[in-house]
């Protein structure tokens, strides 16, 4: 058991990642980190990350996935292998006509994944 976060060094993303540590710390569960970008992440947002994690107290596992495949599927994947009590997203706030079509990883998220799924938005202000 654990909670699955989604993970990508944008402002959603870097929220979802705060809330799950949180939680986990809270719940003194482990967490387990999906971070996944096409082109691998900057050595520098890799090194935010990675301090984050450590600093955190928190038991983790950072899965890094690069490379050619589809976020939605690393991430139920995980959830799936894990038993995940939880998967966490971050959801960028979109048009009206935007919120009609969530996007695609989120979507696919929300209705596959076989626990519950947190969305979480990045504060704007």
Do not use: W
């Not at 996944?36 to 947002?45: E, I, L, M, V, Y």
């Not at 971050?90 to 947190?118: D, H, N, W, Y």
Request: charged share 25%; proline share 5%; with cysteine.
């Amino acid at each position: 058991m654990g909670i699955v976060v989604g993970y990508r060094a944008t402002p959603e993303g870097k929220a979802a990642l705060k809330y799950a540590l949180e939680l986990a710390a809270e719940k003194a569960t482990r967490l387990i980190v999906v971070s996944a970008n096409r082109k691998g992440p900057s050595p520098a947002d890799n090194q935010e990350l990675q301090d984050l994690l450590n600093g955190s107290g928190v038991d983790h596992e950072l899965m890094e996935i690069v490379g050619d495949y589809d976020p939605a599927e690393e991430i139920l994947e995980a959830a799936s292998e894990q038993n995940a009590e939880l998967v966490v997203i971050g959801m960028r706030r979109r048009t009206p006509v935007g919120k009609l079509f969530m996007g695609s990883t989120a979507q696919r998220i929300l209705l596959e994944a076989e626990c519950p799924v947190l969305a979480i938005k990045a504060n704007r202000h």
